[in-house]
């Protein structure tokens, strides 16, 4: 089980561009969670999916930034027009279901120039 | 709304001594978890604890959660350079399952010899 796999580890943006944060969850594991680390901060809670399903988007800013877990592939974090306020670690987690534990990905360390 | 509060949020200490570090919550939590975060690094799972009075220990480290003061400790006994890392807690609001995770601020333990 290669755990939960996220991709690209760094990423370099000029702001105003576009970035796509990408994360496959542990094998069997349907609920995904997307957290963001500002430098010598605690994780804040962005948005929570199921397949096909956003339960709980109360952590994602209204404008810019977008989430989604389809059917097949990997869940996205989308982020337009980046400003330089978006540089931060962004972490993926995911989870089999109720009462079970969530296991991290490695991340993706975004920095807007 | 969850509020979760750490303390200290920065701890040096010397090889060999005992400490504990603290972490409040505001609401009902049905499950507390504590995670370690090396720099730059994703986060460990260190412990899960899901019911009034739960106490875990691995190797140097014991948690313990007490639910009707809304506190859970994580005590280090004879510490070691290796547990040196920040340290961070997390609530999940509510009773409902699988959930997002609010995070306390993180302790960055520097362990001296």
């Known amino acids: 089980n290669a755990g939960v796999m996220q991709n690209p580890r760094h990423l370099v943006r000029r702001r105003g561009q576009e970035a796509r944060l990408r994360c496959s969850p542990m094998?069997?594991?349907?609920?995904v969670y997307w957290y963001r680390q500002l430098p010598e901060e605690g994780l804040k809670f962005m948005v929570y999916?199921?397949?096909?399903?956003?339960?709980?988007e109360s952590g994602m800013p209204k404008e810019r930034f977008s989430a989604e877990f389809p059917k097949e592939g990997p869940s996205i974090l989308r982020i337009q027009q980046v400003v330089r306020g978006d540089s931060a670690a962004y972490f993926c987690?995911?989870?089999?279901?109720?009462?079970?534990?969530?296991?991290f990905g490695s991340g993706t360390r975004l920095t807007v120039v | 709304e969850l509020k979760v509060e750490q303390n200290p949020l920065f701890l040096s200490m010397q090889e060999g001594k005992n400490y504990t570090i603290y972490c409040n919550y505001s609401?009902?939590?049905?499950?507390l978890y504590w995670y370690r975060q090396d720099p730059g690094k994703s986060l460990e799972s260190l412990f899960v604890?899901?019911?009034?009075?739960a106490v875990k220990q691995e190797g140097r480290l014991m948690a313990s959660l007490d639910t009707k003061a809304r506190l859970s400790t994580l005590h280090i006994t004879a510490a070691v350079h290796d547990l040196s890392a920040t340290y961070f807690c997390?609530?999940?609001?509510?009773?409902?399952?699988?959930?997002?995770?609010?995070f306390g601020q993180g302790t960055r333990l520097t362990i001296n010899p």
């Open positions: 987690a995911s989870s089999p279901g109720h009462y079970y534990g969530y296991t």
């Open positions: 094998k069997g594991h349907s609920h």
């Open positions: 997390a609530a999940s609001p509510g009773v409902q399952g699988a959930q997002k995770l609010v």
């Open positions: 609401t009902t939590s049905d499950r």
């Open positions: 999916l199921q397949k096909e399903n956003i339960i709980d």
């Open positions: 604890l899901l019911s009034n009075g």
